[in-house]
């Protein structure tokens, strides 16, 4: 008889994250003309588990909270409210330095090109995580990492020399990806990685980046609005409206069988990697204001299906058919 195996422990825990931002008018203002404070509500309750070596992405139009919910499991913004957990340290000590695994998670941005120091050589862009963390013993063998690591993105050691302007946008794209890896990271969270980059180089740098998940054991934290993107590089996806999770589940089920009507309008919206140029839906309805969000469901003001109780009640996530939604009406729907 076989011993069944033991499931590795989540790498990352975010469980009830929440974010949010002052944006009152400023207090002279607000004595002038007796206007309230307010807040924004960026990301409200938020909470996913991602596995060693897995991919999970978090896709939603422009302004849903992704960016932020991804901001904050990277350390660069501390969360109001919720925990976040990597290998069960909370990431605020990680980010204090009482913890080592500072070095294990990275951040791929979105604009290559503002996040290389224009006025470095790429070989000391690369090198800079290197010896920071004292990850070599010598010039000689920092060199020859960096020399490994450009091979690694698809670029020639003798790219060392260059400087960041010298190249395409793919092509800084993937200096990014080696500066990434120059750490040693076990998780990288990929703010928009190709939404810069021409719909042609797209496919390149996402395949690459699955590559170098194979082989070196990375998981991915992947932020996008494009679900043709998500649908190429995701295990898992969660889909966020309004700064809430509205949907979960693995990629194929989500694709065959969306749950959450606002899954379906994306899906219905997807332009696709390889048919440049091809007619596609366009998204119907506004987001909301986040500062003033609808009542009940938010997502009612656009919802084809919208009743009297989603007007009135939120609808909590709860599971369904092996992902989990949150919608009053998903069952009828489906
Ligand atoms: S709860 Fe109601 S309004 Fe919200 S998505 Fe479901 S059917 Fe639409």
Redesign the pocket.
Known sequence: MTTPAIPAPDLVVVDRLMKTFDVSPPLITRLATGAKPRMLKAVDGVSFRIAPGRTLSLVGESGCGKTTVARCVAGLQAPSGGTIAYRGVPIADIVAGKSPYRREIQMIFQDPYGSLNPRWRVGRIIADPIRALKLAASGAETDAAVARLLVAVGLSPADARKYPHEFSGGQRQRIAVARALASRPALIVCDEPTSALDVSVQAQILNLMRDLQDEFGLTYLFISHNLSVVDHMSSEVAVMYLGRI?ETAHTADLFSAPK???TRLLLKAMPSLDQVGAVREPMQGEVPNPIDPPT?????P??????D???Q?R?DLRPLAGGTV?????E??G
């Open positions: 509205v959450h009507p606002y009940g469901c938010a997502f009612h656009r919802c084809p299906f919208a009743a109780r989603c007007r009640e609808p949150a919608c009053h009406r998903a009828e729907i």
